[in-house]
């Protein structure tokens, strides 16, 4: 049996890192860094970004993000490279995953600096790709792990708060999808579970627990905290490290299957993975006990919880449906649970999560 589990060449964290960009390029590249920025750090924070190369006359090329992570994006990206020999993607999940998509097919390295703490995506070797109407398209899975990610805690401190949330609702699925230690299922780079991976996948959910509301109010007052840095840690490293080297599950399949739904494409992915892992633990037939700690813990979170928090109180059962068909698609991560799953069960526990978090405060 192999077994695997991956990470990225180097996590670094702290405040202030993002002015050393152009140093820790100089460590992968010679010749010039493609910088794929984000819409807000495009605006927000590129004298920052820039000012590192500028200082130290390195050659860099500075290109806004379009906004989805399509197969389109990527190829616009891809003819851009020019004489550049390493991708360094800023800003939001998307951006990191366009980028790593751009490195993986001109085979360069690749430095992901997010600027938010909203996704598990940056230390992964997987792009999401969206079809440009913004629907889930398909998981590219890539040669290797980021050769870098650099998290700039005074970037994230200062982002909006809901995008560190909703990387609490991305990292809360960690634990609960580890369900192939169960199922014994292949993970993401095609082994099976380690004993250190699924360690990791429980640590995040301790330290969510523990600290994301003490992280809230942090970031609520734009200042930095040692549960701060916990929370940063947590959604991007252990968490990052857990889903891809313990597996995904039912919560990301049914987040796949609400991009379906126009009514919630204006909500971050990790909000949606939010009420998928609710509705796995309904699945799951979980205790009343935990599920209604995992509910009031979302609550507290601003997380979604029901279809009105998602807006769907609308949507037609013929479009839940066809939402929860593409859940349980062979192309996606329900496979991985230890039973078998039904469209008919995914609409049963969407809807049963839905009523539940009605009954709780």
Excluded at 297 to 317: G, I, Q, R, Y
Aim: hydrophobic share 40%; proline share 4%.
């Amino acid at each position: 049996m192999t077994k695997i589990i991956c990470a990225p060449g180097s996590y670094i964290q702290g405040a202030g890192e993002i002015k050393k960009l152009a140093s820790y390029y100089q460590e992968l590249g010679t010749k010039g860094a493609y910088l794929m920025v984000g819409h807000h750090a495009y605006v927000h924070n590129l004298d920052d970004i820039e000012s590192s190369f500028k200082d130290e006359n390195v050659p860099f090329t500075s290109e806004l993000f379009g906004g989805e992570c399509s197969r389109e994006e990527v190829e616009k990206h891809q003819k851009q490279l020019g004489e550049c020999d390493v991708v360094i993607g800023i800003g939001g999940g998307k951006t990191l995953d366009a980028a790593k998509a751009v490195a993986f097919y001109a085979h360069m390295p690749v430095i992901i600096v997010p600027t938010t703490a909203s996704t598990d995506a940056p230390c992964s070797r997987l792009s999401v790709l969206y079809k440009p109407n913004g629907e889930f398209d398909a998981y590219l899975p890539l040669r290797a792990n980021p050769d870098m990610v650099l998290m700039d805690t005074d970037i994230i401190a200062h982002a909006p708060v809901r995008f560190l949330m909703a990387g609490v609702g991305d990292a809360l699925a960690t634990y609960y999808e580890a369900a192939c230690v169960k199922s014994d299922a292949l993970t993401m780079p095609g082994g099976h579970v380690t004993k250190a991976a699924f360690a990791l996948a429980t640590l995040c959910r301790d330290t969510l627990f523990e600290d994301a509301l003490k992280a809230k109010a942090a970031v609520e007052n734009k200042v930095t905290t040692k549960a701060l840095e916990n929370i940063v840690e947590a959604n991007t490293y252990l968490s990052g490290l857990g889903f891809e080297s313990s597996g995904l599950a039912a919560a990301h399949a049914i987040h796949d299957a609400l991009t379906v739904i126009p009514e919630t494409h204006k909500y971050l992915h990790g909000e949606k993975v939010a009420f998928g892992t609710i509705t796995q633990l309904v699945l799951e037939d979980r205790s009343l006990e935990e599920i209604t700690k995992v509910i009031k813990f979302c609550k507290a979170c601003h997380l979604p919880t029901s279809f009105k928090d998602l807006d769907m109180e609308n949507v037609s059962d013929e479009l839940l449906l066809k939402a929860a068909t593409e859940a349980c698609s062979p192309n996606d991560t329900m496979a991985n649970m230890p039973f078998v799953v039904t469209p008919e069960d995914v609409v049963a526990a969407m809807k049963t999560a839905n009523t539940l978090s009605a009954t709780i405060s």
